[in-house]
């Protein structure tokens, strides 16, 4: 019993304590995630922040080289366009994909939402070598094509843009769906029936009732899939080709081929600032209050 109250005394004590210098039991249990962010993103972020303004000494050499030579503002050009139509594409795709998973029954439900997860038991390379077999000259695609009289040669489809956009589109296109079908399984649809009652026609419906509420579903999953395309390696690089390089390949090349620390995390920071400011430009013309990724 002594034993009891002791380490109840010890702990009211320590409470105290903890109160007086404004720490109490909630933020404590912050205290393991913040340790892993900051020994596995923001140490190593500083990190490669401080490479690319130092070199014997600070220097601002590699942001002057990206922005003096028009190749490298081209590349990060590209990855920008790239991944706007890639986000476009998915949308398209994904909305009436997941409009259709809101609609159906639970046991189509289950069933439908096995396809849209199955991509992700299979690795991104082995999906990527399988678009490389499907794409080319002598694959599927053109075989079909040739067959059906719609073209006279083969296509080329892959190593360049066509063939990073499919490769990607295929990739990144569960992430789009998921939030969108998270979303709009919420929506109320007795909203829907409401205004079809007051003779608003289903199309006009859809575009006054049901896009409206399914807006933060759209808003998560086009900054998913803009963020992931937007620094994607392994698609572009087997798929694309020398002309529609990508930044992160570039990133790549520089430090894992010429080793060249200082260049590539400049190039990293500046990809880094280039999505903090697409984002601010996100919140400050859509709102990141309208972003979510379920009811």
Known sequence: ??????????????????????????????????????????????????????????????YSRFFKES??????????????LITGITLILGYPVSYMLSSVSEQWRNILLIFVLLPFWTSFLVRTYAWMVILQ???????ILLALGIISEPLTLVHNSVGVIIGLTHVLLP???LPLYSVMRGIDM?????????GASPFKTFLKVFLPLSIPGIAAGSILVFIISI????????????????????IAQQIGEQLNWGFGSAIAVILLAVVFLLLYLFNKFVGMDKISFGP
Not at 231 to 250: E, F, N, R
């Open 1 to 62: 019993m002594q034993t009891e109250a002791n380490l109840k005394r010890i702990e009211h004590s320590t409470n105290k304590k903890l109160r007086k210098i404004g720490i109490n039991g909630k933020t404590l249990l912050l205290v393991p995630a913040l340790l892993f962010l900051l020994v596995f993103l923001i140490i190593p972020l500083i990190k490669v922040l401080l490479n690319s303004v130092f070199d014997t000494g600070f220097t601002t050499q590699y």
């Open 137 to 143: 000259k002598e694959g599927i695609v053109n075989k």
């Open 71 to 84: 190749a490298y503002f081209l590349v990060l050009w590209n990855t920008i366009k790239v991944s706007f």
């Open 190 to 198: 007795d909203l829907v029936k409401a205004a079809q009652s007051l």
């Open 231 to 250: 620094g994607y390696y392994v698609t572009p690089a087997l798929l694309g080709g020398s002309k529609d390089t990508m930044i992160s390949q570039l």
């Open 175 to 177: 992430f789009m769906i």
